[in-house]
């Protein structure tokens, strides 16, 4: 079946660099998406969400950005911090939410 | 708010034994999810429930069974636990609609 996928399962950044974490989704009726942060042994997070009528979605140092031609999603997250190091999952809703297997930033002092 | 609250944390079961995954929100969402979560897969939904006195199936509802008495309660039961149940199990909530689910903090558990 359809599923939400991730290109990168892991991801180092320096710390101050900015940081793309990439998604992909094939069901082009989804229309609501939202990003999840998960940190070793905790629930996932919200970080941010976007609608299908929106391409750019921005808040406190992340950005989503939405390409429903190609069906991808990505979160950008603007001078990485150690703080920002966990397992980036994202998330799709098909009356369901769907999740990605998830990325995990390790962030390099 | 404490948002959604998971008790027990941690739970070793052995095979065949039976528990309950305590799971409380505070936010009065209507809507209440039960998932697992395995290593290097996506999170997979087991049940949910739209309100007080409904719940229905998710992705992978074999061997659990929920129940919702209140707004507030969407407890998980294992009735003969096995080792394919060996996961960690995150409850969460939402608004009705375009909403983003609110999860707890997860129950890892183990069956030997």
């Known amino acids: 079946g359809e599923s939400v996928g991730l290109h990168l399962p892991t991801l180092s950044v320096q710390e101050g660099d900015n940081s793309i974490i990439n998604c992909a989704y094939s069901?082009?009726?989804?229309?609501?998406f939202i990003w999840y942060k998960q940190e070793s042994g905790k629930g996932p997070q919200f970080i941010i969400d976007?609608?299908?009528?929106?391409d750019k979605r921005q808040g406190q140092r992340v950005t989503v950005l939405l390409n429903k031609t190609v069906k991808h999603l990505s979160l950008q997250i603007a001078a990485t911090q150690p703080g920002d190091s966990a397992v980036y999952f994202c998330?799709?809703?098909?009356?369901?939410?769907?999740f990605g297997t998830g990325t995990s930033l390790t962030v390099i002092p | 708010n404490a948002g959604v609250t998971q008790t027990p944390k941690f739970r070793i079961l052995k095979i065949g034994q039976s528990m309950t995954l305590q799971c409380t929100q505070d936010?009065?969402?209507?809507?209440m999810y039960w998932y697992r979560q395995d290593p290097g897969m996506g999170l997979k939904l087991i049940y949910y429930?739209?309100?007080?006195?409904?719940?229905d199936k998710g992705e992978v509802p074999n061997g659990y069974n929920v129940s919702r008495s209140t707004t507030e309660d969407f407890p998980l039961r294992l009735e003969l636990a096995a080792p394919s149940q060996t996961s960690v199990y995150f409850c969460?909530?939402?608004?009705?609609?375009?909403?983003?689910?609110?999860f707890g903090n997860g129950t890892r558990l183990t069956v030997t």
């Open positions: 969460a909530s939402s608004y009705p609609g375009v909403s983003p689910l609110h």
């Open positions: 069901n082009s009726a989804s229309d609501y």
């Open positions: 976007i609608r299908s009528n929106m």
């Open positions: 998330a799709e809703d098909r009356n369901q939410f769907y």
């Open positions: 936010m009065n969402h209507n809507y």
């Open positions: 429930s739209v309100g007080a006195g409904i719940t």
